[in-house]
């Protein structure tokens, strides 16, 4: 519908305005504007559609903005905000009749530009990336404002974006070219105070980090029943409230790393307006996408997708009067790739989320795939994954000294490649306990039960190795325009991680308590298996994640699920998150 009306008003048969009352409305992108490094009088643009004549009542959470914070142009609005008068919040328009989606306004520090159409060009190796903008990550001793600045003033630059805690910043050059670009990187890299240049490689309009694998399934049946999905919802609903012993749990609030959700898409049409999370009550933040098998919609629908056969069913949205109240918030910061999913990253972590969904990832130009041939999707030059992987290694070590209770949850890719050395692979190569890899599973086609290693195969795409902690279910069904349309199949290693992410945010819930190291643990010794047994030697095309060991299976030398690959449990994890609670007391 969305794009009959607007081929009506190019064809000019609706006026702009008619267009608009006719149109629902909707949000479809915010990002601060005007100084990005100033703390205090901060300046946002919103991009609207469907707003008539009248004048929009803005909300910031549970406040109406004053008229005189509030500017429009057409479609375009602006804000004037005072950061010391407010908190990050969902921000959301009201007008006669209507309400918009609600989207995550962090006032937090971090935020970067995205380079226009006319900013980018191809590189030696045939990709797409910045000609003006790049990221300096300065040595932790110096006060990095300040050297940003130093070093943009001698090689006639401007100093335009900022993560401040990771200590880099944004500069536009001074170059037209990749040659001008390429000898101003050389000098300022080579700065005693710089420690990465951090180059981004990615397209201006539309980001390529969350492509995945669309091939079919071997089986179009329930795939996410090989995770006890149902067998999960159903023990969650009866063991939380239950007569005997209920169990308080705790709000969680998760982070999805993504550009936006369809909210005309009946997955979504429900989460219009404001939203406070609380018993029973889920909530969803994101910009508006123009159409509902978006990757943002297909990964934040495993997580909250409306129960209505509408193409998803979201695992939150199931828990129903026995949730505690999850907030989903789906950000990206801009459209500036990696950079920009590590600002959006910091911004949400301060803003108090504890699971971060990371569904993407890059491979270096050159990567093998476990046959030895080349991958060709999500490639990145060896310049641009040596700045990626310095900024990825700053946002780990700090969230290991501010937020050590935060974990990030990452897909391994589906490259058909290794996921666990940083020559192939970015983030997930990263070793540490606030790093959870997930690889794709599949339904097989023998008629094995439920619990045998059987019962699931390996997808021929998923990236592997000793790094991967678990594998889900691969398959979904996207989201659809109408109730009953059934969705389009996607796959890939980017749907299975909000099945682990939704996992984790339920275990959170039972016990907040629960580290990083803690969740994984938990995870691996729930785990079903899947694949042969497996020995320490190099990966074969059949092991998908680390070989499950004795100590996950309580020191049995002799158990037969020792050595297999691991495969998502939901129900059991949720139990084993309950006894923890036990074991604490």
């Given amino acids: 519908m969305k794009g009959f009306v607007l081929l009506l008003a190019w064809m000019g048969l609706v006026s702009p305005l008619a267009l608009a009352a006719e149109a629902p409305l909707r949000i479809t992108q915010l990002q601060r504007c005007g100084d990005l490094l100033t703390g205090t009088n901060q300046q946002w643009c919103l991009q609207v559609s469907g707003l008539g004549e009248q004048r929009p009542t803005v909300w910031l959470g549970d406040k109406a903005l004053p008229v005189q914070a509030v500017q429009r142009q057409g479609q375009v609005i602006t804000l004037h905000l005072q950061a010391s008068q407010h908190r990050s919040a969902p921000l959301w328009l009201e007008a006669p009749g209507q309400r918009s989606n609600p989207v995550w306004l962090s006032l937090n520090s971090s935020h970067v530009l995205a380079a226009r159409p006319d900013e980018v060009a191809k590189n030696m190796d045939g990709l797409t990336t910045y000609v003006d903008l790049v990221s300096l990550l300065i040595e932790e001793q110096h006060d990095g404002l300040a050297e940003a600045r130093r070093i943009a003033d001698k090689y006639g630059a401007r100093v335009v974006g900022a993560i401040p805690p990771l200590n880099t910043y944004q500069l536009r050059l001074p170059a037209g070219d990749l040659m001008q670009r390429d000898a101003l990187l050389l000098r300022m890299g080579s700065e005693a105070s710089v420690d990465a240049v951090i180059v981004e490689e990615s397209a201006p309009e539309r980001g390529e980090e969350g492509s995945a694998d669309s091939a079919q399934p071997v089986l179009e049946r329930d795939e996410w029943a090989a995770n006890r999905f149902m067998d999960a919802v159903y023990y969650y609903r009866k063991r939380i409230p239950a007569a005997q012993a209920p169990i308080k749990v705790q709000p969680v609030r998760v982070g999805v790393i993504e550009r936006n959700v369809d909210f005309d898409a009946p997955d979504f049409a429900g989460y219009s307006g404001g939203c406070t999370a609380g018993v029973g009550r889920l909530c969803v933040f994101a910009r508006d996408a123009g159409k509902p098998d978006n990757h943002g919609s297909s990964v934040a629908g495993i997580l909250a997708a409306d129960w209505q056969a509408g193409g998803n069913s979201g695992f939150l949205f199931g828990l129903d ?4 109240g999850f907030e989903v918030i789906v950000e990206r910061n801009s459209d500036a790739g990696i950079t920009a999913n590590i600002a959006a990253s910091v911004n949400l972590v301060e803003d108090g989320v504890r699971v971060l969904n990371w569904s993407w990832g890059i491979h270096r130009v050159g990567a ?6 080349e991958v060709d999707s999500l490639v990145r030059s060896g310049l641009a994954m040596s700045g990626y992987e310095e900024l990825l290694e700053e946002f780990f070590l700090w969230l290991r000294a501010k937020h050590p209770d935060v974990i990030v949850i990452n897909s391994a890719g589906n490259g058909s490649s290794r996921s666990g050395t ?7 190569s990263f070793i540490t306990d606030q790093l959870l890899v997930v690889g794709g599973h599949q339904r097989a086609e023998q008629g094995a039960r439920l619990e045998e290693p059987g019962y699931v195969v390996k997808r021929d795409s998923s990236n592997v190795d000793m790094r991967v902690d678990i594998s889900a279910a691969a398959c979904i069904r996207a989201s659809t325009a109408q109730v009953g349309q059934p969705g389009a199949v996607h796959c890939g290693t980017s749907y299975a991680t909000p099945l682990v992410t939704a996992t984790v945010a339920a275990m959170l819930s039972i016990n907040p308590a629960l580290t990083p190291e803690q969740l994984r643990m ?5 785990a079903m298996t899947l694949g042969q ?12 994640t680390a070989p499950i060991l004795p100590s996950e299976r309580n020191g049995q030398l002799y158990h037969p ?5 691991a495969r998502l449990d939901m129900q059991k994890a949720l139990e084993l998150a309950v006894q923890s609670r036990d074991r604490v007391r």
């Fill in 533 to 544: 047994q497996q020995d320490f030697e190099a990966m074969d095309g059949e092991d998908l």
């Fill in 522 to 526: 938990l995870l691996r010794r729930s």
């Fill in 422 to 428: 940083d020559e192939y692979r970015l983030p997930s």
């Fill in 561 to 565: 699920d020792l050595g297999r690959s």
């Fill in 321 to 324: 009067k026995a949730s505690p």
């Fill in 368 to 373: 093998k795939d476990i046959q030895g041939d």
